[in-house]
């Protein structure tokens, strides 16, 4: 079923669905699915085969992402291999155009697949669910990731050889690319610099760039775990970015307290309000896929995050046509 | 206004207890009697059963204050509040239903029960005063990607038609060896009399006992099941019960799923009244397609009632009380029910914050 709001509710799907994930994804009334593989993947044939098969089940196939050509260390450290990895991704984008699926995510970070890079220790959240907790204290006292200090003019270097590479062929092929902000966004980890922490980063990006193809996956709560550091909180990027019509996906989940330490929780029990962030998106004219991102716990939490998501949207959308009335 | 949960007795497990908060529950609502003993009778994580019912009601044993304060431990370590309890167990009140040789005694052991529900600090005691109870349902994979939820296709199937036997009440069997012969059927001025009198025994225990009794609507909500007369099959015969005894004590267990189900009457209006009398001691909260006799059961955000509106019409009321989702469809995943639960209180949880006065700006812009 189509929303009203153009806000389009996705979920992650596992790059072979089973029937049962499929009815799960329509039992929930998710619009659409994004999907996580590896560069095997990558072809247009298994990209057009499983639209396909999400459409005959009424589910949209917003992304397929590749996680050998997502934050990975070659490209993000311009390291022996970036041009092979630049003419992958060039692939990849061409595929996905001609499959018909018209965007993907992209984030510049080298060492987020190092477990202690990402997450410090194990907390719990509500109802004793196990959750990735991170303290920037701890965090400082970790070794190199990559052996030496990278710093940002590096990580600028490659994003921007990367970026100018690959956004021609995103415009020839139809596809939109969404960067996503570090996480967590702090100026540097493990001694490599990270650029996307800030809303400055985001717009020197844009600038680099340079494309109407080229926008934000605005992750809420990585923006929530940098708190004041982030120069605009995530309501007014929601509406900075989102009035440029910059906004082509959104990762709807909140954290407890911004840094120095945070512990991801369920979507209503952080201290993001998801009632404004949805409102504010709704304002904005937000058309993009909205997805849960990592739930703590199961599927069984996943389908909580849905249900709720499912009544927020109603009211928002609900909200704006008695606002349109009045007008 | 509050959110809780539902379990029932064998489900009273630490991880269950954890789930519950973990889809925002602050209150529980316990069913204590195990309606889930034929393994056969359970569909998709609802008792269905067949004409036999769900099974054998045989713990003759009374709720003793020891076994309710253990539990109430239990919920409490959990962080949770225990709100109610939902259902008398009919191997303790068929003679009261059916007004048979043992309804004196078995009085005795409900006022006794409801003594210790006080002492044991739970608020209220949910109960359906029916004869042949939650019968006459069927599952259909009807709901939202095919899931399996139950029903009824028409009046006329024999799991509603075919007269209950001796034997049994409540869709259980209390007596097996029961002649195997048809229990006679009554007027529905005979069931309000039968209530009449039970009200008028336990209401002063209940006042006493700091108790409130909280009556569910018939579900399915039909003038007839099983050859049995049901009280409460439209909206205005809720009216009948408040009219028997005005005391606070005396009120609802107001599930909005069966009453959207009923052949007449506006729900929201249905609501309004009764939100506005101050006489729901808690809300039942899912949703439906269809009216008896053709009705479904559907996720809570597909079917015919507007739950926007609902709680809407609760806030304006100022309902303080409890909302459950009594039921859900089930879902395709590794927890079938658990995930159809959580997916209703994500969805209940979203609204009743967003609809609250000073919740939303909608709000303050209407």
């Not at chain 1, 990849?92 to 060492?111: D, K, S, V």
């Amino acid at each position: 079923m189509t929303s009203p709001s153009g806000i389009r509710i996705a979920d992650r799907m596992s790059p072979r669905p089973t029937k049962q994930e499929l009815e799960f994804f329509q039992q929930m009334g998710i619009d659409a699915a994004s999907i996580w593989t590896s560069l095997e993947d990558s072809t247009y044939q298994y990209m057009v085969d499983t639209r396909t098969l999400l459409a005959s089940h009424g589910i949209d196939l917003f992304n397929i992402g590749i996680l050998d050509l997502h934050c990975d260390p070659t490209m993000v450290l311009g390291l022996d291999g970036f041009s092979q990895k630049v003419e992958q991704y060039k692939d990849y984008l061409r595929n996905l155009g001609r499959a018909g699926i018209g965007y993907t995510t992209y984030a510049h970070m080298a060492n987020i697949k190092m477990l202690p890079y990402y997450q410090t220790a194990v907390g719990v959240t509500r109802g004793g669910i196990a959750t990735r907790e991170f303290d920037r204290e701890l965090a400082r006292e970790l070794p190199l990731s990559h052996g030496r200090q990278y710093t940002a003019d590096e990580i600028w270097a490659t994003f921007t050889a990367f970026i100018r590479e690959v956004m021609p062929v995103a415009e020839e092929a139809g596809v939109r690319i969404g960067l996503h902000p570090d996480d967590p966004p702090l100026p540097t980890l493990g001694g490599v610099a990270r650029i996307f922490g800030h809303v400055d980063g985001y717009e020197r990006a844009l600038e680099i760039a340079n494309s109407p193809n080229f926008g934000l996956c605005l992750c809420v709560g990585s923006w929530a775990e940098g708190g004041a550091d982030m120069g605009r909180d995530v309501y007014d990027m929601i509406r900075h970015f989102g009035g440029q019509g910059k906004l082509f996906k959104i990762h709807f989940r909140n954290v407890d307290a911004p840094m120095p330490r945070f512990r991801e929780t369920l979507v209503d029990d952080g201290y993001i309000d998801m009632y404004e962030v949805l409102k504010a998106l709704q304002d904005a004219g937000f058309t993009g896929a909205l997805l849960p991102d990592h739930v703590p716990g199961d599927g069984r939490n996943t389908a909580y995050t849905i249900g709720y998501m499912r009544a927020m949207r109603a009211r928002v959308v609900a909200e704006a046509q008695v606002h349109a009335e009045q007008a | 206004m509050k959110l809780g949960f539902g379990l029932y007795r064998h489900d009273l497990t630490p991880q269950n207890l954890q789930f519950a908060r973990q889809c925002g529950a602050t209150h529980l609502v316990v069913h204590l009697v195990d309606y889930f003993k034929k393994p056969e009778s359970v569909q998709h994580g609802q008792p269905v059963g067949d004409l036999d019912g769900w099974g054998v009601a045989d713990n003759r044993t009374p709720w003793s204050y020891e076994m309710l304060a253990g539990i109430r431990k239990d919920i409490e370590a959990a962080g949770l509040t225990w709100e109610a309890i939902e259902n008398f167990d009919p191997a303790h009140w068929y003679d009261i239903l059916l007004d048979g040789p043992q309804k004196a005694q078995q009085m005795e052991t409900l006022k006794r029960t409801i003594q210790n529900i006080g002492k044991a600090g739970i608020a209220t005691m949910g109960y359906n005063f029916s004869i042949a109870g939650v019968a006459g349902r069927l599952s259909r994979p009807s709901a939202r990607g095919e899931a399996e939820a139950p029903g009824m296709d028409g009046a006329e199937d024999p799991m509603i038609t075919t007269p209950m036997r001796k034997g049994m009440v409540w869709n259980m069997i209390y007596d097996p060896d029961a002649p195997d012969e048809a229990e006679p059927t009554i007027s529905h001025d005979e069931l309000w009399e039968r209530l009449a009198w039970f009200l008028q025994q336990i209401l002063p225990i209940a006042a006493e006992s700091g108790v409130h009794m909280a009556l569910h609507p018939d579900d399915p909500p039909l003038p007839m099941v099983r050859n049995q007369p049901r009280l409460v099959y439209q909206h205005h015969m809720y009216q009948r019960l408040l009219d028997l005894d005005p005391s606070p004590h005396n009120g609802l267990e107001f599930c909005i799923g069966t009453l959207a189900e009923m052949s007449e009457g506006d729900i929201y209006d249905c609501i309004d009244t009764y939100t506005a009398k101050g006489v729901i001691k808690y809300i039942h909260l899912r949703n439906v397609r269809g009216r008896v006799p053709h009705y479904h059961e559907t996720f809570i955000d597909e079917g015919d009632l507007d739950v926007e509106r609902v709680f809407e019409i609760l806030h304006k009321n100022q309902y303080d009380g409890l909302v459950i989702p009594d039921h859900a469809p089930s879902m395709a995943c590794a927890a079938p029910w658990h995930a159809g639960m959580a997916f209703a209180m994500g969805y209940l949880k979203a609204m009743l914050t967003s609809t609250a006065p000073g919740g939303s700006t909608w709000k303050r812009a209407r």
